[in-house]
């Protein structure tokens, strides 16, 4: 649609930009469609309202904002940042150039991208005119297409307006009496007139005195008190939302100077309020029942099947079909679709301005001449449908809208005309966006295998080791504001089988049921899981095949072969993450095509190790794989160590004291490399999608007999939680049950199946995947998690009694809830280790909660190894935090508690642990290796310092100096080059190969690596390898 702003009306110049003044700074006054998220463009949602007067649309103030008068028509356009979407392309309506919908670090806490859409709602009060109505819905045509026809458009009679326009003006909207057409003038400010109101859900509106009855809520406004009168057929959470109407109504009209007063129906005369309150109306009278009149203004129209019709020049003609499909919709022509109570007018894009007001004025024309005042007419543009529109179609595809770097070349070009700096248009990348967990890494884990209907405690080391074809139960605790928090769930294998899925989510639920349902119980699905379950585990392998009885079992029934990891076999991992504490190595198939450019693989089988770093691989990843290769490796193995019943050793716990690992780059791979691989063969280079998280919706259900029915509750707060009910927050990437204290225990126990009811039924129509993350959140203990998509108070979730009651509480405490002082929660434990969850102090995990949040890294494993040896716990210093460790990576394991060995046997024990290569020396970085056993060898200096934590400390622990940074170390021999490098033909034997440039002279270190060795360790690990492949030290 190619538009003159000649055409517009002037009132809409800037429509759209409340949320971008930078915009409006730079005068573009012709492309309102351009949204380019420059830095100083402010990221906010806006309001903007305009009423009729003399038959022309003129602003408001925002001091005026949610007052409507009775007598006049208005226009409200709000404008949304939906997070997580990518927009589809649309053009100016002048210069007819996409518009190019960007994204900005920093502009929520929840997301840092998204789409900009507009709703536009033209609302009609009940004594407005037909001409100003008839503007209203024109002018409403014009300012969609000032902001580049993308608006979905929506008609509101006063009395009957839809939820999402109500919620711009929580608690309610009270129209008044009067208008600013002719013949109509607003009531001017006089004394206090007693009112009668009554809440109908949000809707409130004026009534007489004789309006009492039992089903209703009742609100009478005097001077000197407000009462509210409860039904007694109302329910709990209609009360409550009526005191959020008298807390307005005091703030609004007595400037919140005036006394509450809640009269219960059926009290009669027992309380000087309840008398006070009947004494209004002349004394007590028995309240009549409601009458079929009193219902009919209530009534809803009725729905009925989807009729299509077809606008052609102002006439309707109907469309004969058995099926309605997007097909029946031609981009040349405007369409009605009819459903009762919802008529939508649907625009094709390539519609003109004048057969659009056609089509608006069409679907108001049958509105009216089949007597349905009250429906809703919904106006969409072909692009820009909502659910609810598409809902009433038998098949919608799903389609995605691209720009193309033409149409950005135009945008570009066009914004350095208007003398925008566009510098970093056309070739910018996006910046780097690290989603954050959102909950404190320095708790307690623990992880349980499932194996049929028993659950068997791993051990600390195999903790972040999974199987395919496995199940597991973890649980989490960690500190939260005032009390210890819990988390607890399960993760299903991709490849395990039902039996033992069942069998964990009810393992999984008895537990949490155990400890008094204070755990958020979380489902996660292998290849779906939530950045806070990395988070926590830091460190995760995923290893194919299963150890449990059900998966070998399946695969003997099904004849499948059996494709347990083995150390001996030839096995390919996929590495990714988001950093050194959130990094996962996935075991694929061992063929070329599971490759991708975009990532780090490490290939083995035994002793013989590659590392491949895709050509679109970062530096960043080659460092993971780093890592993570002393992962798979494994911490040592010790034949005697059985943790499953069927006593089948864990593998990936082997040390090839003679390990060699042979890094690839991609293009320059050896011949023996693509034979592992059974071949060369193609293989992608894009990364992997994972869900986004969008624009979270929440929504109240009501699950009976199997049959799910949800409302969606728009611009929600905290406030619309309420105790007795049961709400789903969907973000798309995630979704989340809340159970309010209040709800009976047979529906708490019915929640994970109402998720997955959710999931099912994708009520908003985003191909929800049915593995997405799911998680069972219990008032009160909310996770941060949860509480980040809210403005949250913890005191409101901790108060005591029902909706009303809280409600109740807060308003009569001036507007504050009251607060309950909470005592730390004793340790509760399931099974596992003795001892509770270690003092805040003392947590040996690290830490990442929030972007602005200091980072604390905790313990490596290999300290806790050795300190937990000589430290007696009972006497350390519980206010003193525990040492910073610069780590290989920081995962780190809680030790489970024993007695001190004594000192002579502990070092005795360790020495000979290191001479035979033991798992500990894989567990230290390497430059910090050569010390430390030189430490460990010399008891004198361990007995001088007072302790064998304290020396390990001073020699680990270094506040300033970058992970791998190592200073010469003197205790080890030198020797030449000719006889350490890898090709030497008389090579020392008795080296530590990870380390070959350690022992050169400096001289002879200068000459070969073109850098000292303190300069040299400075540098990333990943960079030093580089240098060292060079000189044939690696």
């Avoid at 005097?222 to 807390?247: D, W």
């Avoid at 509480?787 to 809280?806: D, H, I, V, Y």
């Avoid at 308003?811 to 004793?826: C, D, Q």
């Avoid at 995962?891 to 290569?917: G, N």
């Amino acid at each position: 649609m190619s538009v003159s702003m000649r055409d517009l009306d002037p009132a809409f110049k800037g429509a759209g930009q409340k949320a971008y003044p930078a915009l409006a700074n730079n005068n573009i006054s012709c492309c309102l469609t351009i949204i380019i998220f420059h830095p100083d463009i402010v990221h906010s949602c806006g309001l903007e309202i305009w009423r009729i007067e003399n038959f022309n649309p003129v602003p408001i103030p925002e001091s005026s904002y949610g007052k409507f008068f009775t007598g006049d028509s208005y226009m409200i356009l709000k404008d949304l940042i939906l997070r997580g979407l990518k927009g589809p392309s649309h053009r100016c309506p002048v210069h007819e150039t996409p518009t190019i919908v960007g994204s900005r670090q920093g502009f929520t806490t929840a997301s840092k991208s998204g789409a900009l859409r507009h709703d536009i709602h033209y609302w009609l009060g009940k004594e407005t005119s037909q001409d100003e109505a008839g503007v209203a819905a024109i002018k409403t045509v014009e300012l969609d297409a000032a902001l580049g026809g993308r608006a979905v458009q929506y008609r509101e009679v006063q009395g009957h307006e839809t939820e999402k326009f109500l919620s711009y003006f929580k608690p309610c909207i009270i129209p008044q009496e009067g208008g600013a057409a002719s013949g109509f003038k607003h009531v001017e400010a006089e004394e206090h007139k007693t009112r009668l109101f009554v809440c109908k859900g949000k809707h409130v509106v004026p009534f007489a005195r004789s309006s009492l009855n039992h089903d209703d809520i009742f609100i009478l406004d005097t001077e000197s008190k407000i009462f509210q009168f409860n039904g007694s057929n109302s329910s709990i959470q209609e009360r409550a939302k009526a005191l959020e109407v008298v807390q307005f109504i005091k703030d609004t009209y007595h400037c919140g100077k005036c006394e509450i007063a809640s009269i219960e129906d059926g009290k009669l005369m027992s309380d000087s309020e309840t008398g006070e309150f009947w004494g209004c109306f002349g004394g007590f009278a028995p309240l009549p029942r409601k009458t079929v009149r009193d219902d009919d203004d209530d009534k809803p129209a009725d729905s009925h099947p989807p009729k299509i019709l077809c606008v052609d020049k102002g006439k309707i003609e109907p469309i004969e079909t058995d099926s309605l499909t997007k097909e029946l919709l031609e981009t040349n022509k405007c369409y009605i679709i009819d459903c009762g109570l919802e008529v939508f007018a649907w625009m094709g894009r390539n519609t003109s301005l004048d057969e659009r007001k056609s089509a608006g004025g069409a679907a108001e024309k049958l509105v009216s001449d089949t007597g349905r005042p009250k429906s809703h007419i919904i106006r969409v543009i072909e692009g820009f449908e909502t659910v609810m529109f598409k809902s009433k179609f038998d098949s919608w595809p799903q389609g995605t809208h691209v720009m193309s770097e033409d149409g950005r070349g135009k945008v570009a070009a066009l914004l350095k005309r208007q003398g925008l700096d566009v510098k970093g248009l056309l070739k910018s990348e996006p910046v780097k966006e690290e989603p954050q967990p959102y909950i404190d890494c320095t708790g307690d884990l623990q992880v349980w295998h499932v194996n049929g209907q028993e659950k068997i405690l791993l051990p600390a080391t195999d903790q972040s080791k999974f199987y395919s074809g496995d199940c597991y139960i973890f649980q989490y605790s960690y500190p939260g504001e005032d009390k210890e928090e819990y988390l607890a769930g399960t993760w299903i294998g991709k490849t395990s089988v039902e039996e033992e899925r069942a069998s964990a989510l009810s393992l999984a639920s008895k537990m949490v049921e155990s400890m008094k349902f204070l755990p958020t119980q979380a489902r996660i699905y292998e290849g779906s899981e939530p950045i806070q379950f990395h988070a926590i585990l830091q460190s995760c392998i995923i290893f194919k095949g299963g150890l449990s009885d059900g998966y070998k079992k399946y695969i003997a029934e099904k004849e499948i072969p059996d494709e347990t990891y083995s150390e001996d076999g030839v096995a390919l991992f996929r590495i990714q993450g988001l950093g050194p504490e959130n990094m996962q190595a996935i075991q694929v198939e061992p063929v070329a095509s599971s490759l991708n450019s975009s990532y780090c693989y490490i290939l083995h089988s035994g002793p013989t190790v590659f590392t491949w770093s895709g050509g679109l691989a970062t530096s960043d990843d080659q460092e993971l794989a780093e890592r993570m290769l002393d992962l798979i490796k494994g911490p040592g193995f010790d034949p005697g160590r059985c943790y499953h019943p069927s006593h089948i050793t864990h593998p990936g716990n082997y040390v090839y004291p003679d390990l060699q690992c042979k890094p690839h780059k991609e293009g320059v791979e050896s011949e023996l490399f693509w034979d592992w691989l059974g071949g060369k063969s193609e293989y992608p280079s894009q990364k992997i999608a994972r869900d986004e998280e969008n624009d979270p919706h929440l929504f109240s259900c009501n699950f009976s007999q199997g049959n799910l029915k949800v409302k969606e509750i728009y611009n929600f707060t905290q406030d619309d939680l309420m105790t007795e009910d049961i709400y789903i927050l969907d973000c798309h990437s995630e979704i989340f049950v809340w159970i309010g204290q209040q709800v009976d225990p047979k529906s708490r126990m019915q929640a994970l199946t109402i998720g997955e009811k959710f999931l099912e039924l994708d009520f908003l129509l985003e191909t929800l995947s049915r593995e997405a993350p799911l998680y069972i959140v219990m008032e009160g203990s909310e996770p941060p998690f949860f509480t980040r998509f809210f403005k949250w108070e913890s005191a409101k979730s901790a108060m005591l009694g029902n909706s009303f009651q809280r409600k109740l509480a807060i308003i009569k405490n001036g507007g504050a809830p009251l607060v309950l002082k909470h005592k730390r929660r004793a340790t509760v434990s399931y099974g596992g280790r003795s001892g509770g969850v270690p003092d805040k102090s003392q947590r040996s995990r690290s830490m990442s909660v929030s972007p602005d949040r200091v980072r604390v890294r905790g313990r490596s494993p290999a300290f806790n190894a050795l300190a937990a040896n000589f430290e007696n716990t009972n006497t350390r210093n519980l206010s003193t935090p525990p040492p910073v460790v610069r780590k290989l990576y920081p995962k780190s394991v809680a030790q489970d508690t024993a007695k001190p060995a004594p000192k002579f046997s502990a070092i005795s024990h360790l020495t000979s642990s290191f001479e035979r290569s033991s798992a500990l020396e894989n567990l230290i970085p390497r430059s910090q290796k050569g010390s430390l056993v030189t430490a460990i060898s010399n008891p004198e200096t361990i007995d001088k310092e007072g302790s064998m934590s304290r020396r390990i400390e001073s020699l680990t622990i270094e506040e300033g100096v970058k992970e791998g940074e190592a200073e010469d170390d003197e205790s080890l021999p030198v020797y030449p080059y000719d006889r350490i490098n890898t090709d030497s033909t008389d090579p020392i034997t008795d080296i530590d190969v990870t380390k070959r440039e350690a022992y050169l002279s400096s001289a002879e270190f200068q000459e070969k690596l073109g850098t000292t060795k303190k300069e040299f360790y400075k540098l990333p690990k990943w960079k030093q390898n580089k240098l060292k492949m060079a000189v044939q030290l690696f």
